[in-house]
Every structure is written in C-alpha cells, then in structure tokens.
C-alpha cells in the first residue's frame, strides 16, 4: 500500500518512521499536524485500538481522512456512516478498481507533487538561540482541542504558539489541558478521563490565554515588517506604552516578529535564523485589545 501511493509521488508516513529514542506520540501528533490526508486501514486489530480510532477522528474532523477497510470488519462507532473503501479481497495490483478509488480520493486532497532534491547542509554554521521562556504562565503547556470552536484550528495554535505554549492532535498523558467546543469527539474525552486531563470549555480557555498576553510582552524585544495596518511609528509607541522594546533590525535578542502583508524577506529570513517567534499583524492586535481592554 505503502509503495503504491509512493508511486504516486506522495510522501508518505506511517510509524516506522519514529525515530529512536522518540516518544511515539509526540512524533505522531507532529505528523497527523502535517498531513493533508489521512488514510486508515480499519483491520481486526485496528477497530480495536484507541490510537488508531483518536487518528482516525482527527482526520475526520479535519475533513481529510479516507477510510479504507481490509478485513470484513465491524468499524468503530461514528465512523460507520462514512463511505468506506473495501479493500477486503485486493491482492495487491494496481489495477485494482477499489486502489484507483482509493488513489483518487487521495488525490482529491493532495495532488501528486514532484520530490524536491534534498539540498547541502550550509557550510556556515549558525548559533541558534536556547528555547525561550515567554513567561505567559503557558510556557511550555500542551494544549488539544476537540470539537467544534468559534474560531479556526489554525488560529488557536497561532495564539498557542504566541505565548509560548504548544498545540497537538492527540491526548496524552503530557497533555495540560483539553480544550472540549461543541460535538466534541468520545476519543479525545475517553482519553482525557483515562490521563487525569483539565476539561475546559472554550470560553475558559480565552480567558486563560487573555491572561498569559499580559504577561508576554513586558521586556520583550520586538520588530515589525511588511505593510502593517497602522503606522509604525504608532505601532512602536503602543509597544512601548506595554513595557516591550520595540528595534529596527532583528538580532539574536529579538523575541517577536509581527508580519503584515509583503513582509520583508530578509526580516523573515533573519527570524528564521534566530528561531524568532512570527506574529501575525491580526493576533498582534487581538493582543493589543486585550491588554488595553
């Protein structure tokens, strides 16, 4: 299965990527962050397995994943009303009518990309930075989400990711807090009872997050780049006004960098390099709000 869709020129994961000496979980959910599709095999061992399932439903409420089924199997509770592939009797050719359904529901989500050349490490060493601490009272929490939330998925982890916290897929026994919105998913709740994980609701999480954005800024050293909604000069001055330490140029003491439309390359080049936390102009505003609020 693996090669085929390779074939394809996919790139493909499954878990005998894990590194050694990895904690599979995490290395899990960082690859379930990134997948644009997700395809399960549900098996006589699969329908029973709660890792699978709690993959399984991220992809589902991700609205990518392409359930498959290779044995003649009862699938698990919430996923049966879901078209199915059978792959039940396929033996293996590529010629198969269920692997060409399978290819093109693939393809609906991903298109074939061409493998890019793997390029030379620089020559040039770089000194990176040591893992910052925001002092946002996050610092270092893993937070999960399940459910239906007033906003994106992808606008919470750019606010988690903001004060210093860390968004992933999975519960866990690392898990700090599971964030529970409307229709939230069994998986992920059976989970959090079984790890002894904080509930809360979305509307506690706000005000949780709301308090770590009075903390993050003070002392910090920030930089502003692209076309930018207001003047800088009255961006720097808010800034300052909130105890940060607003600079021209970024440095190895920059903490932030807030990005508006064409951001500057070399700006974002140089974050890149110092491992600068990236700041859309939006969140820095809901940022603002809050703490003039």
Partial sequence: MVKLLEKNDWDVWWDKHIPPGKTFDRVISQALDAAKCIVVLWSKNSVKSDWVIEEALEGMERKILVPTQIDSVKLPFGFRRLQTINLSRWQGAASSQSIKQLIKAVEALVAPVAKAKKKKPPTKSVTRQKSRKLT???????????????DSRKAHAEKIRTVGARFVNSVSSKTDYLVVGKDPGDVKLKAAEIHGIKKISERQWLKILNEAYTRILVGKTIVFTGKLSQSRTK????????GAKPVGAISG?????????????????????????????????????????
């Fill in 235 to 242: 961006l720097e001055t808010v800034a300052r006004k909130l």
């Fill in 253 to 293: 003491n920059t903490n932030y960098l807030v990005v508006g439309e064409e951001a500057g390359k070399m700006k974002l080049s140089e974050a890149k390099k110092y491992e600068v936390e990236i700041i859309q102009e939006t969140i820095w505003n809901e940022i603002i709000e809050t703490l003039n609020s």
């Fill in 136 to 150: 946002g009272a996050l610092d270092g929490k893993i937070i999960v989400f399940t459910g239906t939330l007033t």
